[in-house]
């Protein structure tokens, strides 16, 4: 954030000095206004003095035209300069509204990220608070419970989209958060984990928030800084990943699970005024966006076989990437942590691969600049396959922090490189829609994944869960491979 505050200054110090220079310039233009003006009452009383020869008359008129003349090519090479300034200046604040934006949402992404990251890691330690106490039981029902904002998510999300693109992106953006505030604001009252589970499934239904913020910015940033925006937005989601977890689990360790909510609540209102406050929908006057419905969006995503890998992909590894969420404190109670800092340590794990997740989001974005997408994915899928099964031949919960490090250095990877790919392959009128597709599939993987999580800890064991997760990021490599053999030939 400090490097995208100082380019806004300087951004905001360029916009100065143009205006200021505007204001010689024109300055300027006035003194040769007014020599135009001296000159041509000079010709008047030339041509009315009686006393002048001929010859006399037309020394004058040359010396006269000649200042004249100079005076215009004054004017004209100072109009130019000025209209060169004008559209850079045109230029300098439209740089400087999106990245407003682009840092506005950034702030407001992440408070919501910690806000929901806070409390997912501990959805099974309020499970038990709630009185399922059998260890199978307690298992299957953290699964649906983290799974329950998916239930519906998968579905409005698109629709959210199509409607954020009808009537404005920022609108779907405030209603989103003030629906995960209600929504969060009503579990902190849960009586029952059925009561809990509606409450995630009304977060699910009312959701939209990251599509609706990567359609904005798809839209409004240039061509040329796509790649960086929605790499930088989506360090948010992995910084929200860093503080979510380390935060929640000490307010859970210090006041208890319940009162948790309450708190993460009142972050996303906060993020809801930092929307409101702070971003402007540019208004694009093009129009062409509200014809295309999510059914237009998914028979164009299958007709376009690399939009359709790309989903796929997305939805595979964010399988993968959440598999093992829902067991985590389980898993770590297994391997020897201690009961009066188990929800800290849990947040610890899933905080550390934030950390690092947050900071190599940004090399990877620079690595992919001048490399393929297929590229990257082939050196972080392997890395992340073998972290992740690593996981279950542990015999202790130290042990399981390097390879945490490793989840974290290449998890910021896999999703930012490909919505990045997405958006290069992607139509410009389109993106908002397709980004709409892609955080369905996101979404589709958070349902997916804490379901086969429960199926597989109940009928395998818990340690089995990371093992079919790591299998999972092998799956998309051989597709992967294959497509940039294919580029590597075309070369």
Same mark, same amino acid.
């Given at each position: 954030?400090?490097?995208?505050?100082?380019?806004?200054?300087?951004?905001?110090?360029?916009?100065?000095?143009?205006?200021?220079?505007?204001?010689?310039?024109?300055?300027?233009?006035?003194?040769?206004?007014?020599?135009?003006?001296?000159?041509i009452e000079q010709?008047?009383?030339?041509?009315?003095?009686?006393? !002048?020869?001929?010859?006399?008359?037309?020394?004058?008129? $040359?010396?006269? @035209?000649?200042?004249? #003349?100079?005076?215009? *090519? %004054?004017?004209?090479? !100072?109009?130019?300069?000025?209209?060169?300034?004008?559209? $850079?200046?045109? @230029?300098?604040?439209? #740089?400087?509204?999106? *990245? %407003?934006?682009l840092n506005a949402l950034w702030i407001a992404q992440f408070l919501a990220m910690v806000a929901t990251n806070a409390c997912n890691p501990m959805l099974p330690l309020y499970v038990r608070d709630l009185g399922i106490t059998d260890a199978a039981q307690a298992q299957f029902w953290s699964g649906l419970v983290?799974?329950?904002?998916?239930?519906?998510?998968?579905?409005?999300?698109?629709?959210?989209?199509?409607?954020?693109?009808?009537?404005?992106?920022?609108?779907?953006?405030?209603?989103?958060?003030?629906g995960l505030t209600i929504s969060l604001?009503?579990?902190?009252?849960?009586?029952?984990?059925?009561?809990?589970?509606?409450?995630?499934?009304?977060?699910?239904?009312?959701s939209g928030f990251i599509a609706a913020s990567l359609g904005l910015v798809a839209s409004s940033t240039p061509e040329k800084s796509s790649g960086y925006a929605m790499g930088f937005l989506q360090s948010s989601v992995s910084a929200g990943m860093v503080i979510g977890p380390l935060l929640g689990g000490l307010i859970a360790d210090a006041i208890g699970v319940r009162k948790l909510f309450?708190?993460?609540?009142?972050?996303?209102?906060?993020?809801?005024?930092?929307?409101?406050?702070?971003?402007?929908?540019?208004?694009?006057?093009?129009?062409?966006?509200?014809?295309?419905?999510?059914?237009?969006?998914?028979?164009?995503?299958?007709?376009?076989?690399?939009?359709?890998?790309?989903?796929?992909?997305?939805?595979?590894?964010?399988?993968?990437?959440m598999f093992t969420m829902p067991i985590m404190a389980y898993f770590l109670e297994t391997l020897s942590t201690p009961p009066a800092i188990l929800a800290t340590i849990t947040g610890v794990m899933v905080g550390l691969v934030g950390i690092l997740t947050t900071g190599f989001t940004v090399l990877w974005g620079r690595w992919n600049n001048k490399r393929p997408f297929e590229q990257t994915l082939l050196i972080a899928l392997p890395a992340l396959a073998?972290?992740?099964?690593?996981?279950?031949?542990?015999?202790?919960?130290?042990?399981?922090?390097?390879?945490?490090?490793?989840?974290g250095i290449f998890s910021g990877a896999t999703i930012p490189t490909l919505y990045a790919a997405l958006t290069k392959a992607t139509p410009a009128e389109r993106r908002g829609g397709i980004m709409g597709l892609a955080s369905s599939s996101v979404l589709l993987g958070n349902l997916l994944s804490p379901v086969l999580c429960s199926w597989t800890a109940v009928h395998l064991g818990m340690n089995w869960c990371f093992i079919v997760s790591g299998i999972f990021f092998v799956v998309p490599m051989p597709f992967i491979a294959l497509s940039y053999l294919r580029q590597r030939r075309t070369i």
């Open positions: 954030m400090a490097k995208a505050s100082n380019t806004s200054d300087s951004i905001i110090a360029n916009a100065a000095a143009l205006d200021e220079r505007a204001e010689e310039r024109k300055a300027h233009l006035n003194q040769i206004f007014r020599r135009e003006f001296d000159t010709y008047h009383k030339t041509l009315d003095r009686p006393d !002048l020869s001929f010859d006399e008359l037309l020394k004058e008129y $040359k010396t006269l @035209g000649k200042r004249y #003349e100079s005076l215009l *090519r %004054q004017a004209t090479k !100072l109009l130019r300069t000025g209209d060169a300034a004008q559209r $850079k200046l045109i @230029g300098v604040q439209e #740089e400087l509204e999106w *990245r %407003q934006n983290y799974a329950g904002p998916f239930f519906l998510s998968i579905f409005t999300v698109p629709l959210w989209g199509t409607l954020g693109d009808k009537h404005g992106r920022k609108t779907v953006i405030v209603r989103a958060i003030i604001f009503l579990m902190s009252f849960a009586p029952s984990v059925e009561w809990l589970l509606a409450a995630r499934i009304l977060q699910g239904a009312v309450f708190i993460v609540s009142a972050l996303c209102f906060i993020s809801a005024i930092v929307v409101i406050a702070l971003v402007n929908e540019p208004n694009s006057g093009d129009e062409s966006e509200e014809s295309f419905t999510v059914w237009d969006n998914l028979r164009f995503s299958a007709a376009m076989p690399a939009v359709r890998s790309l989903l796929v992909y997305v939805l595979v590894v964010q399988t993968a990437t073998i972290a992740t099964i690593a996981h279950a031949f542990m015999p202790h919960y130290q042990y399981v922090f390097p390879w945490r490090v490793v989840l």
